[in-house]
């Protein structure tokens, strides 16, 4: 018994533990964490950077020598110059291998290679910059999504009350119309306020699993029953009115803002880029060097004894033949390979000294382009900082905006709840017509969906504000 109580124990703890693990209440913060980890969109900018990295690394490793290696082996017939004699002969048949290798390093190239290097440092820099705008349009893409499910679970709830209300009122009628108390028109008229409640209450659900499916998108989750979103407690609501200017506000988010750097370090590349076009009018200066050795079958060394033989040299002032010894060997072998890598081995050391003097005006061309590049890149600075003024500027219009549609709201409904719980007491007493009664719910309805998307309004609003502000997501 004992131990079959220990496995029923453990096997409701595992199986609470696997619903645990499958239900997720995502916090705003954990959703900008995922998107940033999980979106598409930033991992491709991650790559740009990453390739803008690997652009550094080489733009530095051109300041190396270049170092090549080589090896051939090749079979030759017929006519050809005989290595051994470097004199051409008919009818021959060899193999040669040659090996060698060969290095080069720049000297001095109009500094092309520097300012290659920064170049492609502020590149870099420019692609972190993007990088990071990249996150921020993520986040803020996400607090909007997120919020919009928090505006949208309320507009529920709020549908669902009124419809219960408005069912409360129906059964009390009902019963009414039953004891003869009142008429069918009027009932069916409150059943038809209902029915339009209800329906507003499929509506209100299908925006607000719409509204979660965007968030899970943006967010890359499964989108499933089991994960949602941690409600706060109480949303801050005691939005404060902004006291900066909108000036103040853009001066201060000008100086961190991605895109206003990312512009200014392409405008430094379009610069560097201009120096590295001049500098293909400079001389040019480089150091080289090389080692090679060959093989062939054509160099052949004598074997065996030589025996010594009188050959005939010439004559004598008397006309007499003269003579000379000569060892003759019996046969003769290829010279070994190491033998004649090491005879034929050789080395090079230069300096080469180059001059540009006409190259299809190509060195003109790239500097018309270049100095075309930097004026561009002014250009694209001074619109990329308009085009943060004007959103700074429609963001501090759209808050102001949405303070004074939020607290227009609020009246509205507070007028309209009170008119609609001093309507709901005389229709009760039989004081009110049905029509005004109806009407009546129907402008508190309203206006209570009316306030609540001007508070998620003006709660999303400010946190873009606070953005600009410099104030984290959360």
């Known amino acids: 018994m004992k131990t079959f109580i220990k496995i029923s124990i453990s096997a409701f703890a595992l199986i609470f533990s696997t619903s645990l693990q499958a239900q997720k209440s995502w916090t705003l913060e954990e959703c900008i964490n995922q998107a940033i980890s999980s979106n598409i969109q930033i991992q491709q900018q991650s790559l740009q950077t990453q390739s803008a990295k690997a652009d550094v690394l080489q733009s530095k490793l051109q300041a190396a020598p270049s170092v090549n290696g080589s090896a051939t082996?090749?079979?030759?017939?017929?006519?050809?110059?005989?290595?051994?004699?470097?004199?051409?002969?008919?009818?021959?048949?060899?193999?040669?291998?040659?090996?060698?290798?060969?290095?080069?390093?720049?000297?001095?190239?109009?500094?092309?290679?520097?300012n290659n290097m920064r170049l492609k440092e502020s590149d870099y820099k420019a692609s972190q910059f993007d990088l990071e705008n990249t996150k921020n349009t993520i986040s803020l893409n996400v607090a909007n999504a997120y919020l919009s499910v928090l505006q949208q679970t309320e507009i529920l709830a709020a549908s669902n009350s009124q419809a219960d209300a408005t069912r409360k009122i129906l059964e009390r009628q009902q019963k009414l119309y039953d004891l003869g108390g009142l008429n069918r028109s009027k009932l069916l008229q409150l059943k038809a306020q209902l029915s339009n409640e209800e329906y507003a209450i499929i509506n209100n659900q299908a925006n607000l699993n719409q509204a979660y499916l965007n968030l899970w998108q943006l967010i890359n989750v499964d989108p499933n029953d089991k994960n949602t979103i941690e409600k706060p407690n109480q949303l801050t609501l005691d939005v404060k009115d902004e006291l900066k200017t909108v000036d103040a506000i853009y001066n201060e988010f000008e100086k961190r803002s991605p895109d206003v750097v990312a512009a200014q370090h392409r405008l430094r590349s379009a610069d560097l880029q201009h120096y590295v076009a001049l500098g293909g009018r400079s001389v040019r200066l480089s150091l080289s060097g090389s080692l090679s050795s060959f093989y062939s079958t054509l160099s052949t060394q004598s074997t065996g004894t030589p025996v010594l033989t009188n050959i005939p040299f010439g004559v004598d002032k008397n006309g007499d033949p003269v003579y000379i010894q000569q060892g003759i060997y019996s046969g003769s072998e290829t010279v070994g390979f190491s033998d004649q890598f090491k005879k034929n081995f050789g080395t090079s050391l230069g300096i080469n000294l180059t001059v540009p003097i006409f190259n299809g005006w190509n060195v003109n061309t790239n500097i018309q382009k270049a100095n075309i590049q930097q004026m561009n890149a002014k250009l694209s600075e001074k619109q990329v900082?308009?085009?943060?003024?004007?959103?700074?500027?429609?963001?501090?219009?759209?808050?102001?905006?949405?303070?004074?549609?939020?607290?227009?709201?609020?009246?509205?409904?507070?007028?309209?709840?009170?008119?609609?719980?001093?309507?709901?007491?005389?229709?009760?007493?039989?004081?009110?017509?049905?029509?005004?009664?109806?009407?009546?719910?129907?402008?508190?309805?309203?206006?209570?969906?009316?306030?609540?998307?001007?508070?998620?309004?003006?709660v999303f609003r400010r946190k873009v504000l606070d953005f600009y502000e410099g104030k984290p997501l959360k």
Do not use: C, H
Not at 80 to 98: G, Q
């Open 73 to 114: 082996n090749t079979w030759q017939t017929g006519f050809n110059i005989n290595p051994k004699t470097n004199l051409p002969e008919e009818n021959l048949a060899f193999r040669t291998n040659s090996f060698g290798a060969s290095a080069n390093m720049p000297l001095f190239n109009g500094f092309q290679t520097v």
């Open 385 to 458: 900082k308009l085009n943060v003024y004007k959103n700074v500027n429609q963001s501090y219009l759209n808050f102001k905006n949405a303070i004074k549609r939020y607290e227009a709201s609020q009246e509205t409904m507070d007028a309209n709840k009170e008119a609609y719980e001093i309507s709901e007491k005389q229709f009760e007493l039989g004081a009110l017509n049905i029509s005004d009664y109806i009407s009546s719910k129907n402008s508190f309805n309203k206006s209570q969906n009316d306030y609540l998307q001007a508070k998620y309004e003006v």
